[in-house]
């Protein structure tokens, strides 16, 4: 028998619902599918696909932070969502998770830790993990509406604290970050040395304005290094084309020390993909027309949420402000599996609260990317068994 790191051994025993779920579909069982977090898989606009066949697509250009002229588009897209940042302070990678890994290497020893928000994004155990570096986790506060607290970021720290990560706007909670947030997790980060990770992929996903809203901390002066990140698999909705940029800011010593570090990182690994270097001016141009329709989407599927709950309902949809997901509070004795395996019975699947680390078990998390006509059919039974069950 070889050996393995231990690193890699995570449990791949399924749960009762994956398990109800794959045999559903193995029995060719109709499933209204409110997991379904594909962009590509629910009819929203793609780009031509012509974009991809450049003449210069199998040409090669060893630049390991990405080709200036993608970089530029970053810059511009950036731009004009009001950051104004140089192209040099960005680094082009194959996704927003691997540019995660690049961050734990550049920041981490084996053994230091990172501090991630829960609620959040099950896949922050699995990549800070496999680069040995221990996922610390601080809670965002009910009683906040899963805003960020900082005295809880305080709390969760130790002497192996490297960075803080932050979700913006959370997923799948979709509260973002506010000025007085960012102020005071900037002194906390400059007085004990820790870098600000600043997960954006959704930030473009805002379902209405907010005062003091922190859409980005790409181009603000801060008093401790950032890392802002976002790709194309979120804002073009375009998963498979493996493209994610990194904004490093900061002080300029300790921003020019990361890039200069960050640039060997990413030219060990080689750059990003030719095509989707080249393509990117034209698929971050079409990415308005996807984000419309998505938002359009969203906030249609969600009115309809609400207006299937009725008065009395014992559950509850939390108020947030964008992103693609909406967060369901469910009666405790329910339970979040039985609730979810009851749902399943009805043909209509839904996630657990525990996926994403919610503190009690009463959460069941929604996507709101499903066409209108799936959305709509998933309701009624989704409140017969809520109700009935409330
Ligand atoms: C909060 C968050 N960050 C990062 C990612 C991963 O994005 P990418 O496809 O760029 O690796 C996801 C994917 O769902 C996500 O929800």
Redesign the pocket.
């Known amino acids: 028998m070889s050996r393995f790191s231990a690193r890699t051994g995570f449990s791949r025993t399924w749960n009762p619902l994956a398990q109800a779920l794959a045999e559903r579909r193995a029995r060719g069982l109709p499933l209204l599918d409110l997991t379904e977090?594909n962009p590509t898989r629910v009819g929203l606009p793609t780009p031509e696909p012509a974009l991809l066949a450049s003449p210069e697509a199998l040409g090669y250009a060893p630049e390991p932070q990405g080709l200036l002229s993608a970089r530029e588009a970053v810059a511009a897209h950036l731009a004009r969502r009001g950051a104004r940042v140089s192209p040099e302070h960005l680094v082009l990678s194959a996704?927003?998770?691997?540019s995660y890994s690049w961050l734990f290497k550049l920041l981490c020893e084996p053994g230091d830790n990172v501090l991630i928000p829960a609620p959040?994004?099950p896949?922050f155990e699995y990549l800070t993990r496999l680069e040995g570096v221990e996922a610390r986790p601080y809670r965002l506060p009910r009683g906040h509406g899963f805003c960020l607290d900082v005295e809880e970021v305080a709390a969760a720290r130790d002497e192996r604290t490297r960075a803080v990560l932050v979700?913006n706007p959370g997923?799948p909670t979709g509260h973002y970050l506010h000025e007085g947030e960012l102020e005071a997790l900037g002194r906390l980060c400059a007085q004990e040395g820790l870098a600000l990770i600043s997960?954006e992929?959704?930030s473009d996903f805002a379902w209405d304005e907010e005062a003091g809203r922190v859409p980005t901390v790409a181009g603000r002066e801060l008093p401790m290094l950032t890392f802002s990140?976002s790709?194309l698999?979120?804002v073009a909705g375009l998963?498979g084309l493996k493209l994610?940029w990194t904004h490093v800011g900061g002080p300029d010593t300790l921003r020019e020390e990361a890039l200069a570090r960050l640039e060997l990182v990413a030219d060990t690994y080689l750059p990003v993909n030719t095509p989707v270097q080249l393509a990117l001016p034209g698929l971050l141009a079409h990415a308005p027309r996807f984000q419309e329709a998505l938002l359009a989407r969203v906030k249609e599927n969600r009115r309809r949420l609400l207006q299937a709950r009725s008065r009395e309902a014992l559950w509850d949809v939390l108020p947030a402000h964008g992103g693609w997901s909406t967060v369901l509070r469910i009666p405790l004795a329910l339970g979040e599996e039985p609730t979810c395996l009851a749902l399943l019975d009805e043909g209509v699947a839904v996630q657990p609260g525990y996926f994403y680390d919610f503190p009690s078990a009463a959460f069941l998390v929604l996507s709101l990317l499903p066409p209108p006509d799936v959305f709509a059919a998933a309701l009624a039974p989704l409140a017969r068994v809520l109700d009935r069950s409330g």
């Open positions: 977090t996704s927003t998770s691997e959040s994004y896949l979700v997923n997960d992929v959704f990140l790709g698999s979120k998963p994610g």
